[in-house]
C-alpha cells in the first residue's frame, strides 16, 4: 500500500510556472507507473502525464505536450510535474496516482490503484 499527498499548488499568471511533487509513503515508488490527472468543474477526470516505473517512458496528453514536464525520484520517492506556459484552461484540482506493478503508460482513472487527495491549480488570464 502506499500513500501520496500532493503539494504545489496555487494561484498563478498565465504563461507562469508551477512545479506539483507528490510524495509517497508506504511501499517504495519503485513499484508503482504513476500517472498525474486533472479535474475541472463540471468536467470528467483526464489524463495530464504518466511515466513508467523506472521514468524512462513517458506520455503527455495533446493538450499539454510541451508545457508540462513530468518525472521522478525514486529515492525521494516523490513524482513531479512541471507545469509551464500555463493557460486559464489548465484551472483544476490535479491528483496523483499510483498504479502497482504498471507495466504500461495508463491514461484511464480506473487503472490506477491510489490516489492523493489532489492540490488546486488556478491559472488567471
Known amino acids: 500500500q502506499v500513500q501520496l499527498v500532493e503539494s504545489g499548488g496555487g494561484l498563478v499568471q498565465a504563461g507562469g510556472s508551477l512545479r506539483l511533487s507528490c510524495a509517497a509513503s508506504?511501499?517504495?515508488?519503485?513499484?508503482?507507473?504513476m500517472g498525474w490527472f486533472r479535474q475541472a468543474p463540471g468536467k470528467a477526470r483526464e489524463a495530464v502525464a504518466a511515466?513508467?516505473?523506472?521514468?524512462?517512458?513517458?506520455y503527455y496528453a495533446n493538450s499539454v505536450k510541451g508545457r508540462f514536464t513530468i518525472s521522478r525520484d525514486n529515492a525521494k520517492n516523490t513524482v513531479y510535474l512541471q507545469m509551464n506556459s500555463l493557460k486559464p484552461e489548465d484551472t483544476a484540482v490535479y491528483y496523483c496516482?499510483?498504479?502497482?506493478?504498471?507495466?504500461?503508460?495508463?491514461?484511464?482513472?480506473?487503472?490506477?490503484?491510489?490516489w492523493g487527495q489532489g492540490t488546486q491549480v488556478t491559472v488567471s488570464s
Open positions: 511515466i513508467s516505473r523506472s521514468g524512462g517512458s513517458t
Open positions: 496516482a499510483a498504479d502497482f506493478l504498471g507495466g504500461s503508460l495508463e491514461t484511464r482513472a480506473e487503472t490506477y490503484d491510489y
Open positions: 508506504g511501499r517504495a515508488l519503485s513499484y508503482y507507473a
